[in-house]
T-cell receptor, first 117, second 113 residues
């Protein structure tokens, strides 16, 4: 099956610094990539959708200047959390889809746990 | 707006018992429906999906779900629970023309020995 990797799997950073999370589709070309955030004991929250070569589409309430998404190629998308604060501590999950239609399955990365101290 | 309702944030069943996780959606035409599972300390993976054709869909690990348009439901079942089924399950139909998924709140399945 299709594999999506995320790096790093966990990261601790100091308040005010920036951290970059990579999401890669290893054996397929990802037309669309999604970034989710998951708080403890809560459901996934879609943050943004990105298509290769285009600007990401952010969900309402998500600060685009704080969460920078770059989908530079069909196999790589990055999420940069800028000027991180403790409230940004969360579990970030990316997913990738080969197509843009509704029947296209999303393949999920293992997630990245971010802790901001 | 389209939405998903998963009844019960926690469902507890005994090992060997029937598993039933409920999902109802609000939509007049839901072309695609998904169930995802997240095992402890792991990423999400697709359990099963309904697109077209047979309304009873079989997925991995013995799970299946039946699409019932008249009831706007897509409940997930497994005849006999196993300890390894303990996980969080998410129901997700499509949201809009962009086909972004709306997530249910998730149901944590607890298996009692």
């Amino acid at each position: 099956g299709a594999v999506v990797s995320q790096h790093p799997s966990w990261v601790i950073c100091k308040s005010g610094t920036s951290v970059k999370i990579e999401c890669r589709s290893l054996d397929f070309q990802a037309t669309t990539m999604f970034w989710y955030r998951q708080f403890p004991k809560q459901s996934l929250m879609l943050m943004a959708t990105s298509n290769e070569g285009s600007k990401a589409t952010y969900e309402q309430g998500v600060e685009k200047d704080k969460f920078l998404i770059n989908h530079a190629s069909l196999t790589l998308s990055t999420l940069t959390v800028t000027s991180a604060h403790p409230e940004d501590s969360s579990f970030y999950i990316c997913s990738a889809s080969e197509g843009a239609g509704g029947a296209s399955e999303q393949y999920f990365g293992p997630g990245t746990r971010l802790t901001v101290t | 707006a389209q939405s998903v309702t998963q009844l019960g944030s926690h469902v507890s069943v005994s090992e060997g018992a029937l598993v039933l996780l409920r999902c109802n959606y609000s939509s007049s035409v839901p072309p695609y429906l998904f169930w995802y599972v997240q095992y402890p300390n792991q990423g999400l993976q697709l359990l099963l999906k309904y697109t077209t054709g047979a309304t009873l869909v079989k997925g991995i690990n013995g799970f299946e779900a039946e699409f019932k348009k008249s009831e706007t439901s897509f409940h997930l079942t497994k005849p006999s629970a196993h300890m390894s089924d303990a996980a969080e399950y998410f129901c997700a139909p499509p949201m809009d023309s962009n086909y972004q998924l709306i997530w249910g709140a998730g149901t944590k399945l607890i298996i009692k020995p």
